[in-house]
């Protein structure tokens, strides 16, 4: 049996694939929560076979959550499942230790697939992601500007993008307006840019944004 651990912000996405992997023969649900702190604190006292994550959620974020999850419990397989497509997002995935990721456009059936693949030791990620990484890697005219970011940059600017304000950004992710400031600062030099709207310009750019959610 494949013991499974959600964890995902929207309610409706994890009861989604709760339902989903239930009717699957050798898989079982057992829990989920919906941030990334929650995640490391059951980590502590419990185990998953694999664990899904989602990367966009208030507070720490997937990424971070994954990094210090398989630091803590390396015992733990994760797969990141999310909306985002481009790098760098992938590759910074991967560098955290995640095991797997894959799109919430996946079906069942790839999502099914990745977990076998992942419990059985090995990495999964889904075939177009994998063809992206593959083409970033060995081109040489089209640098993303975003893979400079850091982990918590790269968040931020996610939120920034959503049309968040530094108020709420800091109280979604426990850190003072100043800090966020900070942040977003630093990420604007390091993009080369002045400002919100540039940085959504550029973003959509680069593919960073689902334009359909805009």
């Known amino acids: 049996m494949i013991n499974v651990f959600l964890v995902d912000d929207h309610e409706l996405v994890r009861t989604g694939i709760r339902r989903i ?3 699957v023969r050798g898989i079982s649900v057992i829990g989920e929560t919906n941030s990334g702190e929650e995640a490391i604190k059951w980590c502590r006292s419990n185990h998953a076979d694999i664990i899904l994550m989602d990367m966009n959620m208030p507070g720490i974020g997937g990424i971070e959550a994954t990094r210090k999850i ?3 419990y390396p015992e ?3 797969i990141v499942v999310t909306i ?7 590759s ?7 095991d797997g990721y894959i799109t919430k456009s996946a079906g069942p059936d790839e999502m099914i697939n990745a977990i076998r693949i992942v419990y059985s030791g090995q990495r999964y990620i889904s075939p177009e992601i994998a063809q992206q990484m593959a083409l970033s890697q060995i081109s ?5 500007p975003f893979k400079s970011l850091s982990e918590r940059e790269l968040q931020i600017m996610m939120m920034i993008t959503k049309g968040e304000k530094v108020t709420q950004i800091s109280e979604q992710l426990h850190l003072s307006p100043k800090t966020v400031n900070s942040y977003r ?5 390091k993009l080369e840019i002045s400002g919100d ?3 959504t310009h550029l973003a959509i750019r680069y593919g960073m944004l689902d334009t359909e959610t805009l």
């Open 84 to 90: 985002q497509t481009e790098n760098p997002f992938p």
């Open 21 to 23: 992997l239930e009717s």
């Open 92 to 98: 910074k995935v991967m560098e955290a230790g995640g």
């Open 197 to 199: 709207v540039e940085l």
């Open 140 to 144: 040489s005219n089209a640098e993303n």
């Open 76 to 78: 733990n397989r994760i």
């Open 185 to 189: 600062y630093r990420l604007f030099s």
């Open 70 to 72: 398989k630091k803590l």
